[in-house]
Nanobody, 127 residues
């Protein structure tokens, strides 16, 4: 049974940092990818970053490139998203997702590519 559990959200001031965690279970990440998405109130869910399980290659949305870093610890079955230099527009609920089918090629940042989701963790950026 595939399970994804996010944690690490909270309140941070603009310019601050957070590290989000996604604990995954029920599948071998080598054959899949895990992505982070976020959803602000009244907006659609948008892809932030993803990582391929086989080679660790990554992909980032332009709005977070250079500020966010995705990484994986296979031994701990954890995927992390390090958020730095946070802006108010980074606020929202952050979700991690993984697809049902094995991934072919680089992971993408469109919601339709992912089928399993965690419950989300809230990030608030405010002074």
């Amino acid at each position: 049974q595939v399970q994804l559990v996010e944690s690490g959200g909270g309140l941070v001031q603009p310019g601050g940092s957070l590290r989000l965690s996604c604990a995954y279970s029920g599948f071998n990440l080598y054959y899949y990818a895990i992505a982070w998405f976020r959803q602000a109130p009244g907006k659609e869910r948008e892809g932030v970053s993803c990582i391929n399980g086989d080679d660790g290659s990554t992909n980032y949305a332009g709005s977070v490139k250079g500020r966010f870093t995705i990484s994986v610890d296979v031994a701990k079955r954890m995927v992390y998203l390090q958020l730095k230099n946070l802006k108010p527009e980074d606020a929202g609920v952050y979700y991690c997702g993984t697809p049902i089918t094995t991934i072919q090629g680089p992971c993408g940042l469109t919601e339709e590519e992912y089928d399993y989701w965690g419950q989300g963790t809230h990030v608030t950026v405010s002074s």
